[in-house]
Nanobody, 122 residues
Framework: VQLQASGGGLVQAGGSLRLSCAAS????????VGWFRQAPGKEREFVAA????????YYADSVKGRFTISRDNAKNTVFLRMNSLKPEDTAVYSC????????????????WGQGTQVTVSS
């Protein structure tokens, strides 16, 4: 599975962005997908994850209620809608896929796409 993240950009605090993670590969619909982020000088952290059929989702406490993860398996794409953005959300956001159970652990993920930069100005 190959993944490509897009949709990042510069936004003011309180604004919104929608990230997309487009996948190639005929078995994408069987993979759980997660979003992770990494800010300069900080470790990569879990943001959100969605099961293969969209029936289950996980969120980091820091984004719960503001971010929504969804997927369209017909289009091989997973989305991350980010509302009420804060300066502390500034990071490179990456998507990843894994063929096991839904997980918050990045080491469970087998496939990674390149990141997309999200910058939130105050």
């Amino acid at each position: 599975v190959q993944l490509q993240a897009s949709g990042g950009g510069l936004v003011q605090a309180g604004g919104s962005l929608r990230l997309s993670c487009a996948a190639s590969g005929r078995t994408f619909s069987s993979y759980a997908v997660g979003w992770f982020r990494q800010a300069p000088g900080k470790e990569r952290e879990f943001v959100a994850a969605i099961s293969w059929n969209g029936g289950s989702t996980y969120y980091a406490d820091s984004v719960k209620g503001r971010f929504t993860i969804s997927r369209d398996n017909a289009k091989n794409t997973v989305f991350l809608r980010m509302n009420s953005l804060k300066p502390e959300d500034t990071a490179v956001y990456s998507c990843a896929a894994e063929d096991g159970r839904l997980s918050r652990d990045p080491y469970e993920y087998n496939y990674w796409g390149q990141g997309t930069q999200v910058t939130v100005s105050s």
